[in-house]
């Protein structure tokens, strides 16, 4: 069923887009406010 196959993709898509956005977000507040960083 193609449908459901497209409908799986664009699942997959927008999960790998939410993943590297919050990835994006924790590096930034890692390197921002990082009480490691010297």
Do not use: N
């Not at 997959?12 to 990835?23: A, G, I, N, Y």
């Amino acid at each position: 069923d193609w449908g459901m196959t497209k409908q799986y993709i664009a699942l997959l898509t927008e999960h790998k887009v939410k993943l590297l956005c919050l990835r994006e977000r924790v590096s930034s507040d890692i390197s921002g406010v990082s009480p490691f960083s010297t």
